[in-house]
């Protein structure tokens, strides 16, 4: 049976996750700006959330928010509506970076989105799918994902950090 997933526990989880990655982002050394931009229509079309911009190059991020520290796992979205057939997150972001963060333990993932994506999709089948329900009135949608050992993509997708906020 899906987990339950309430849209405002969604909504505090994502904020959060922002909130806390925008924080560690501006007190770093190299950084000269960050804009947020999940409001903004364009960016939310190709699924990005931030513009950080270093003294390097600019960056587009997604990030990912998430309480389930615990269980060792990334849930990697293949489908944000399962009715709708709407894909999911990790499927589309045109993001440069997925800033994939534990809020409880406050640990972010580093993900270069290409590389992660490309090994995603090749071994996507060796990974348990799940699903969540989340209701909206009296409707609900249901979110379908793969479950990724986090050890796996440290172990496979390069370069991948992780950082203590």
Request: glycine letters at 4%; charged letters at 30%; hydrophobic letters at 35%.
């Amino acid at each position: 049976m899906p987990r339950s997933i309430t849209m405002s526990d969604a909504s505090d989880v994502a904020r959060q996750a922002s909130a806390d990655v925008e924080a560690w982002l501006r007190r770093r050394a190299d950084t000269l700006d960050v804009r947020n931009v999940e409001d903004d229509p364009e960016f939310q079309r190709i699924d990005v959330d931030l513009v950080w911009t270093t003294r390097r190059r600019s960056y587009t991020i997604e990030v990912k928010g998430d309480r389930w520290h615990t269980s060792g796992n990334f849930f990697f979205e293949t489908f944000s509506n399962k009715e709708k057939g709407t894909p999911g997150c990790f499927m589309y972001t045109q993001a440069d970076f997925l800033f994939y963060y534990f809020v409880v333990p406050r640990i972010l993932y580093i993900l270069p989105v290409p590389a992660a994506r490309e090994w995603f999709i090749v071994n996507m089948s060796h990974f348990e799918e799940r699903e969540t329900t989340t209701p909206v009135g009296d409707e609900h949608y249901t979110t379908v994902g793969r479950l990724v050992p986090i050890q796996d993509l440290v172990r496979e997708v390069r370069p991948m950090k992780q950082e203590q906020l």
